[in-house]
């Protein structure tokens, strides 16, 4: 969520006369995340995030919003999308797609406790039921190919030590992709600053736009990675027992996901260590951009790959 796209005070006027959610007052860039253009929109009436998608196709991107009310009108806590006048999903400005989204309250947590991890799992697990009959047909695109992709893109920039932990990540998550996993319609992208909390409670989730078909495990995995793991990339265990009971509580864990548990923790540190290493060293050029610290990856991607992990609920 950086900034990309600048938008004039004409522009946008214009733009907002296909809609009826009041005039322009204040257009604010919003600087975290990487991937599109984020814009805090304020009218005479409400709040709301105008997004301009940066690279993705139409065809995707419809179906992220649709994916996003769908969720909505099942009473999940996530933003809803604002209709035009012509019922409208999305509309160009300046030769791009645009979205007005509803502005949840809250903010996301930095230190997430023990109960915060079960309110997640719980959001998790609701998450995956909803999304059970939405037919999606978006493919992720950080899959086992784009992983192999990226890892030659980064062989004159990384060191050995990092080639040797990628090469045993990609044999690891090869050895899960040939198996009959439960799938789904996964978010992809759950972490703690994907989530908003207001007075101790969960407000809603955001950012849909990695959303895709996949292995359930291993968007719990993403979770798990990010909201239970401590600085140096180990996993804090009251955090995970919490996370994981709450998540059983809606969506009970196969036994077969249970034993590639380890690789799904594997495939999901190796997807954001590579993205986070190709943002390092090709990154891309906005007003405002945010880029985030390979680092923490590559830790929890050590501890992942040393030590045996366990699903126990």
């Known amino acids: 969520m950086s900034v990309y796209t600048k938008i004039t005070e004409d522009e946008l006027s214009e733009h907002l006369e296909k809609y009826t959610i009041g005039v322009a007052?204040?257009?604010t860039g919003?600087?975290?995340?990487?991937?599109?253009?984020?814009?805090?929109?304020k009218t005479n009436e409400k709040e709301y995030?105008?997004?301009?998608?940066?690279n993705l196709s139409e065809k995707d991107i419809l179906q992220y919003l649709e994916f996003m009310n769908h969720l909505s009108n099942k009473g999940l806590l996530c933003p809803k999308v604002i209709e035009s006048k012509n019922n409208d999903l999305y509309i160009s400005i300046k030769g791009k797609p645009s979205a007005i989204i509803e502005k949840l309250e809250g903010k996301s947590l930095i230190h997430p406790s023990a109960k915060d991890c079960a309110?997640?799992?719980?959001?998790?697990?609701?998450?995956?039921?909803?999304?059970?009959?939405?037919?999606?047909?978006?493919?992720?695109?950080?899959?086992?190919?784009?992983?192999?992709?990226?890892?030659?893109?980064?062989?004159?920039?990384i060191s050995d030590t990092q080639s040797g932990l990628i090469s045993d990540a990609l044999d690891s998550q090869n050895q899960m992709e040939r198996e009959n996993l439960p799938i789904g319609t996964i978010h992809a992208d759950l972490f703690r600053d994907n989530v908003l909390f207001n007075k101790n409670n969960i407000s809603g989730m955001i950012d849909f736009y990695y959303s895709c078909k996949g292995f359930l495990i291993y968007d719990l995995a993403v979770v798990v990675?990010?909201?239970c793991s401590d600085?140096?990339?180990?996993?804090?265990?009251?955090?995970?027992?919490?996370?994981?009971?709450?998540?059983?509580?809606?969506?009970v864990i196969q036994d077969n996901e249970k034993k590639y548990w380890r690789h799904a923790l594997i495939s999901a540190s190796l997807r954001f260590y590579l993205s986070r290493l190709i943002d390092l060293h090709y990154p891309k050029i906005g007003e405002m951009t945010h880029i985030k610290d390979p680092n923490i990856f590559e830790n929890i991607l050590i501890d992942r790959i040393k030590k045996?992990?366990?699903?126990k609920v």
């Open 49 to 54: 995030i105008f997004t301009i998608f940066e």
């Open 225 to 227: 990675n990010d909201w």
């Open 30 to 41: 919003i600087s975290d995340g990487i991937e599109n253009t984020n814009y805090l929109l």
């Open 25 to 27: 007052i204040d257009l």
């Open 308 to 311: 045996s992990h366990e699903i």
């Open 119 to 157: 309110l997640i799992g719980d959001l998790l697990g609701k998450f995956h039921n909803y999304g059970a009959d939405f037919n999606t047909k978006l493919i992720n695109s950080r899959n086992l190919d784009w992983c192999r992709a990226s890892f030659k893109k980064l062989d004159n920039f």
């Open 231 to 251: 600085g140096n990339g180990r996993i804090i265990n009251d955090s995970l027992v919490s996370l994981l009971s709450a998540y059983n509580n809606q969506r």
